[in-house]
């Protein structure tokens, strides 16, 4: 155990120094603290917020090693054609496309880990507290939920305003209102909206191209459309034929990152829900809401109340129960609606917030479709109104104490009485 | 009419070394001790000094805030030391036991034509009245006061605690009398709980109201049986007692006697032999430590159960409430990437590479190690499941962190005693103090409203 004794030596050099929490940061990753309890419970559960965020890393493992191979898959089917008889391991999962998903994702992951941290190191030095471990959930879902051509620079400042406006100022893990990952994502949409919407954003070289045929060169431009991206236009025929339902499902469809596999998000939510980690009533009430909107946008069709000529028309035709396996939705409800600090807390809150989550984002995705991606909106609107949701739950409670109240049964204190019958008995 | 009453949320945690149902007579012990801390929010003055003798049941301290509230000496003998802390602040009173111990006897009377105001008197002068808690606030009882209705927990499904009604075999005519002295107090109810309507030790006491509670813990602590029997409003008080005190009221009421002997159980997985003990109030717990013996150098000695007892050295002294001692093994080694491998060996509320839900029968052999650094809250949802009271805890613990006094009023702050959030403090992800945050907040509300 010379490692053990080595950084045990170490820890009492840098105590009480400036740079201790930097450096109790690795060593707490390398070694559970030695730290016993005092005052209070003498034994303590195993969990910690290391052991919670970590599982919640590796339900997201699946979606970024995905992400990884239809980054290649993606790009190459949009220069050759998209295979005819598709098979897994020929098509999807093979060199070339992990080269080229590695190579174009695995710089999001490294920026997104590397900035994010620096960030929360220099705020754990400056503040002289520990290296919280909110970042490492943060710093996994960025990447997944950004396009894969993303420049690194903008991902950088968009990191850097994420974490320091989104959660230090509120005062760090724990303390912030906003999730932090959506707002990378949301500052990322508004701080460039040229570059993070269209078409052409979706799919790695689609850019490049379309810059290299205005400058003349004499090439096919590379469509990066996505499913979202086709209803938004009508051209419901022209979606139906490049992708099936399987395919959406499964995930082979351009998209951000990490969001298109249903198959595994779903897994991943399967999982966090078995652990116990993320709130199952969360991700029920928030499918259930999406449903319910898909519902009522699929009644409205029904019942002639739109014409096929207005634009909302295919988004609102659209299958309801279809919305969940395109777009960020499914990733959102799994992963981001149910961060616990910026959901509701109470567990009654949380069918409410879920519900709305679900129900907000179809009607985004419906009304706006210049950009067609209501997830990100509606969940940072809704961890807006938490706090308001838990409120009246919360009121609940007290009303019921309240009523109760009403029949206390208040006896007045005894002294005077007490004082004089001792007296009495004395005379 | 009883209660029927069944707890859903809560957890049950089988630890290792659980006290064998033998009693031995523990060896006389030489210097007994009161701390003081056992006393919450008592300013002690003293009527004994450094050298005085005092008998059996003779009052050594009383309380500032009302002076008919008299501390007596477990023992007789002589006070060899007051032990003082920062500004000088009592921390233990040491009494030097004599060979021959001699009591205090006071006058007994015919229970069933006394007046309460004599009962009460006799309790406050004889010094059993510290036994008699109250809430709101989880403190010793205000005797001015009316309770609605007295609690008593007949049975404990704390971690490695004493088996009720084996260590209270055989004394149900000091309970009965007990009770009846304190059926005078309150125009209400005196509520018992217990598990097995026909083997509790409470099962032929009489005057009482008795409710049938079965779940995890915590359906044995007070708190969790007053909540769902009648709970407490704002302006309530109501009185709680534990049943081995009802023994010592019982023995002064029939005696007129202050007998602090007990039984206790020593348990926990660095005890050789746990098992239980007769002995008092106050007494040196090496003298029956020892006799079981210890498998570890490197262990933690808690007087009380592993959640809601305080830490004592070997060489410290029995506390004035507690009916358990336990001894478990420091935890105070690093673990390598303790964080992220599956863990078989330790208790766990979630299933993230933990395995404590598979087998709910196994027993644990925990370590007093923190598994995990303090951080602000963080994960929602997870209390809940194993807190049976219907109060927010999440909500009341952020309630006493930032000081608001309304909304601990309004969340239920009234209802609780510290040791009710000693299982949500247990499974904390966050590792928060969260019996401290309730201790305080009891302490401010009672400061500024009580």
């Given at each position: 155990?010379?490692?053990?004794?080595?950084?045990?030596?170490?820890?009492?050099?840098?105590?009480?120094?400036?740079?201790?929490?930097?450096?109790?940061?690795?060593?707490?990753?390398?070694?559970?603290?030695?730290?016993?309890?005092?005052?209070?419970?003498?034994?303590?559960?195993?969990?910690?917020?290391?052991?919670?965020?970590?599982?919640?890393?590796?339900?997201?493992?699946?979606?970024?090693?995905?992400?990884?191979?239809?980054?290649?898959?993606?790009?190459?089917?949009?220069?050759?054609?998209?295979?005819?008889?598709?098979?897994?391991?020929?098509?999807?999962?093979?060199?070339?496309?992990?080269?080229?998903?590695?190579?174009?994702?695995?710089?999001?992951?490294?920026?997104?880990?590397?900035?994010?941290?620096?960030?929360?190191?220099?705020?754990?030095?400056?503040?002289?507290?520990?290296?919280?471990?909110?970042?490492?959930?943060?710093?996994?879902?960025?990447?997944?939920?950004?396009?894969?051509?993303?420049?690194?620079?903008?991902?950088?400042?968009?990191?850097?305003?994420?974490?320091?406006?989104?959660?230090?100022?509120?005062?760090?893990?724990?303390?912030?209102?906003?999730?932090?990952?959506?707002?990378?994502?949301?500052?990322?949409?508004?701080?460039?909206?040229?570059?993070?919407?269209?078409?052409?954003?979706?799919?790695?070289?689609?850019?490049?191209?379309?810059?290299?045929?205005?400058?003349?060169?004499?090439?096919?431009?590379?469509?990066?459309?996505?499913?979202?991206?086709?209803?938004?236009?009508?051209?419901?025929?022209?979606?139906?034929?490049?992708?099936?339902?399987?395919?959406?499902?499964?995930?082979?469809?351009?998209?951000?990152?990490?969001?298109?596999?249903?198959?595994?998000?779903?897994?991943?939510?399967?999982?966090?829900?078995?652990?116990?980690?993320?709130?199952?009533?969360?991700?029920?009430?928030?499918?259930?809401?999406?449903?319910?909107?898909?519902?009522?946008?699929?009644?409205?069709?029904?019942?002639?109340w739109i014409q096929d000529y207005s634009k909302f028309y295919e988004l609102m035709r659209f299958d309801f129960w279809k919305h969940l396996i395109v777009g960020g939705l499914a990733f959102g409800i799994v992963f981001m609606a149910t961060d616990p600090v910026?959901?509701?807390?109470?567990?009654?809150?949380?069918?409410?917030?879920?519900?709305?989550?679900?129900?907000?984002?179809?009607?985004?995705?419906?009304?706006?479709?210049?950009?067609?991606?209501?997830?990100?909106?509606?969940?940072?609107?809704?961890?807006?109104?938490?706090?308001?949701?838990?409120?009246?739950?919360?009121?609940?409670?007290?009303?019921?104490?309240?009523?109760?109240?009403?029949?206390?049964?208040?006896?007045?204190?005894?002294?005077?009485?007490?004082?004089?019958?001792?007296?009495?008995?004395?005379? | 009419?009883?209660?029927?009453?069944?707890?859903?949320?809560?957890?049950?945690?089988?630890?290792?070394?659980?006290?064998?149902?033998?009693?031995?007579?523990?060896?006389?012990?030489?210097?007994?001790?009161?701390?003081?801390?056992?006393?919450?929010?008592?300013?002690?003055?003293?009527?004994?000094?450094?050298?005085?003798?005092?008998?059996?049941?003779?009052?050594?301290?009383?309380?500032?805030?009302?002076?008919?509230?008299?501390?007596?000496?477990?023992?007789?003998?002589?006070?060899?030391?007051?032990?003082?802390?920062?500004?000088?602040?009592?921390?233990?009173?040491?009494?030097?036991?004599?060979?021959?111990?001699?009591?205090?006897?006071?006058?007994?009377?015919?229970?069933?034509?006394?007046?309460?105001?004599?009962?009460?008197?006799?309790?406050?002068?004889?010094?059993?009245?510290?036994?008699?808690?109250?809430?709101?606030?989880?403190?010793?009882?205000?005797?001015?006061?009316?309770?609605?209705?007295?609690?008593?927990?007949?049975?404990?499904?704390?971690?490695?605690?004493?088996?009720?009604?084996?260590?209270?075999?055989?004394?149900?005519?000091?309970?009965?009398?007990?009770?009846?002295?304190?059926?005078?107090?309150?125009?209400?109810?005196?509520?018992?709980?217990?598990?097995?309507?026909?083997?509790?030790?409470?099962?032929?006491?009489?005057?009482?109201?008795?409710?049938?509670?079965?779940?995890?813990?915590?359906?044995?602590?007070?708190?969790?049986?007053?909540?769902?029997?009648?709970?407490?409003?704002?302006?309530?008080?109501?009185?709680?007692?534990?049943?081995?005190?009802?023994?010592?009221?019982?023995?002064?009421?029939?005696?007129?006697?202050?007998?602090?002997?007990?039984?206790?159980?020593?348990?926990?997985?660095?005890?050789?032999?746990?098992?239980?003990?007769?002995?008092?109030?106050?007494?040196?717990?090496?003298?029956?430590?020892?006799?079981?013996?210890?498998?570890?150098?490197?262990?933690?000695?808690?007087?009380?159960?592993?959640?809601?007892?305080?830490?004592?050295?070997?060489?410290?002294?029995?506390?004035?409430?507690?009916?358990?001692?336990?001894?478990?093994?420091?935890?105070?080694?690093?673990?390598?990437?303790?964080?992220?491998?599956?863990?078989?060996?330790?208790?766990?509320?979630?299933?993230?590479?933990?395995?404590?839900?598979?087998?709910?029968?196994?027993?644990?052999?925990?370590?007093?190690?923190?598994?995990?650094?303090?951080?602000?809250?963080?994960?929602?949802?997870?209390?809940?499941?194993?807190?049976?009271?219907?109060?927010?805890?999440?909500?009341?613990?952020?309630?006493?962190?930032?000081?608001?006094?309304?909304?601990?009023?309004?969340?239920?702050?009234?209802?609780?005693?510290?040791?009710?959030?000693?299982?949500?403090?247990?499974?904390?992800?966050?590792?928060?103090?969260?019996?401290?945050?309730?201790?305080?907040?009891?302490?401010?509300?009672?400061?500024?409203?009580?």
């Amino acid at each position: 155990m010379g490692l053990k004794q080595k950084m045990h030596e170490l820890k009492l050099k840098y105590q009480g120094k400036k740079m201790a929490p930097a450096f109790n940061a690795f060593h707490t990753f390398l070694f559970t603290p030695d730290e016993t309890t005092h005052g209070g419970t003498h034994v303590k559960a195993v969990d910690d917020l290391k052991r919670t965020m970590n599982t919640v890393i590796m339900a997201l493992v699946p979606c970024l090693i995905f992400g990884i191979f239809n980054a290649g898959y993606q790009h190459y089917s949009a220069l050759n054609g998209f295979p005819e008889n598709f098979s897994l391991f020929e098509h999807f999962i093979n060199w070339d496309n992990f080269i080229l998903g590695a190579t174009t994702v695995l710089p999001l992951v490294i920026v997104s880990y590397g900035i994010g941290l620096i960030v929360e190191f220099i705020f754990a030095v400056i503040k002289g507290h520990e290296v919280e471990e909110g970042y490492l959930v943060t710093g996994m879902l960025v990447p997944l939920i950004v396009p894969v051509d993303t420049p690194l620079w903008m991902l950088a400042i968009a990191v850097v305003f994420g974490v320091v406006i989104g959660k230090e100022v509120f005062g760090g893990t724990g303390m912030n209102i906003l999730n932090p990952a959506l707002t990378i994502r949301a500052f990322l949409f508004f701080a460039y909206p040229t570059w993070m919407s269209g078409d052409k954003v979706w799919v790695h070289g689609a850019v490049e191209r379309s810059n290299e045929i205005a400058a003349g060169a004499n090439l096919d431009a590379i469509s990066g459309e996505t499913v979202l991206g086709f209803l938004a236009q009508g051209n419901t025929q022209e979606m139906y034929a490049k992708f099936d339902l399987a395919e959406m499902f499964y995930g082979f469809i351009p998209g951000s990152v990490g969001e298109t596999s249903t198959l595994l998000i779903l897994l991943g939510g399967l999982f966090l829900i078995f652990t116990k980690i993320a709130s199952w009533r969360i991700m029920l009430s928030a499918v259930v809401g999406a449903l319910a909107m898909g519902l009522i946008f699929n009644g409205v069709v029904e019942a002639g109340w739109i014409q096929d000529y207005s634009k909302f028309y295919e988004l609102m035709r659209f299958d309801f129960w279809k919305h969940l396996i395109v777009g960020g939705l499914a990733f959102g409800i799994v992963f981001m609606a149910t961060d616990p600090v910026t959901g509701s807390q109470t567990n009654k809150g949380k069918w409410i917030y879920g519900f709305l989550i679900g129900f907000i984002s179809v009607m985004i995705r419906v009304f706006n479709p210049g950009y067609p991606e209501g997830v990100f909106l509606a969940i940072l609107l809704m961890n807006v109104f938490a706090p308001t949701i838990d409120h009246y739950v919360v009121q609940g409670n007290v009303k019921k104490r309240m009523k109760r109240l009403k029949n206390a049964t208040i006896y007045p204190k005894t002294t005077e009485g007490s004082a004089e019958e001792l007296k009495a008995e004395t005379v | 009419m009883s209660k029927d009453i069944r707890i859903k949320k809560g957890l049950n945690l089988n630890l290792v070394g659980a006290a064998e149902q033998t009693t031995t007579k523990s060896v006389s012990s030489n210097v007994y001790a009161l701390y003081l801390d056992d006393f919450h929010g008592i300013t002690p003055k003293m009527l004994v000094r450094e050298g005085g003798e005092v008998k059996a049941g003779e009052p050594l301290f009383y309380n500032k805030g009302n002076e008919e509230m008299l501390f007596v000496s477990p023992v007789s003998g002589e006070l060899v030391e007051i032990v003082r802390g920062a500004r000088r602040r009592i921390l233990t009173i040491k009494i030097l036991a004599d060979k021959e111990q001699q009591y205090l006897e006071h006058k007994t009377f015919d229970l069933s034509s006394a007046e309460a105001a004599d009962i009460k008197k006799l309790l406050l002068v004889s010094g059993c009245w510290p036994f008699i808690k109250q809430r709101p606030y989880d403190v010793i009882a205000n005797p001015d006061a009316t309770p609605k209705a007295i609690f008593i927990s007949g049975f404990s499904t704390s971690p490695l605690a004493a088996d009720v009604d084996y260590q209270l075999k055989g004394k149900e005519k000091e309970l009965q009398a007990a009770i009846n002295a304190l059926a005078k107090f309150t125009p209400g109810k005196i509520h018992v709980g217990v598990s097995n309507a026909q083997s509790s030790v409470f099962s032929g006491i009489e005057g009482v109201e008795k409710n049938m509670v079965s779940g995890p813990h915590p359906a044995g602590l007070v708190g969790t049986q007053i909540n769902k029997i009648n709970p407490i409003n704002k302006g309530e008080t109501v009185w709680t007692i534990s049943p081995q005190d009802l023994v010592i009221i019982g023995e002064l009421l029939l005696t007129g006697k202050f007998n602090a002997e007990r039984t206790v159980a020593l348990a926990g997985s660095c005890v050789k032999k746990p098992k239980y003990y007769t002995t008092k109030i106050g007494a040196e717990i090496s003298t029956f430590l020892y006799a079981s013996g210890v498998n570890d150098d490197n262990f933690r000695l808690i007087n009380g159960d592993v959640l809601t007892g305080s830490t004592v050295k070997p060489d410290g002294y029995l506390g004035f409430y507690n009916t358990t001692v336990c001894a478990i093994p420091e935890g105070d080694d690093y673990e390598l990437f303790g964080w992220n491998k599956p863990v078989f060996n330790k208790v766990s509320s979630t299933r993230a590479l933990t395995f404590s839900w598979l087998n709910k029968n196994k027993k644990y052999n925990l370590d007093t190690n923190t598994n995990g650094e303090h951080r602000a809250f963080v994960v929602t949802g997870r209390y809940e499941e194993v807190f049976p009271l219907d109060i927010y805890p999440l909500q009341l613990l952020k309630a006493c962190m930032v000081k608001d006094l309304d909304e601990m009023e309004q969340l239920g702050l009234y209802e609780v005693a510290p040791e009710d959030f000693s299982l949500t403090e247990f499974i904390c992800i966050s590792k928060q103090p969260h019996q401290k945050i309730i201790r305080e907040g009891l302490d401010l509300l009672y400061q500024e409203i009580g």
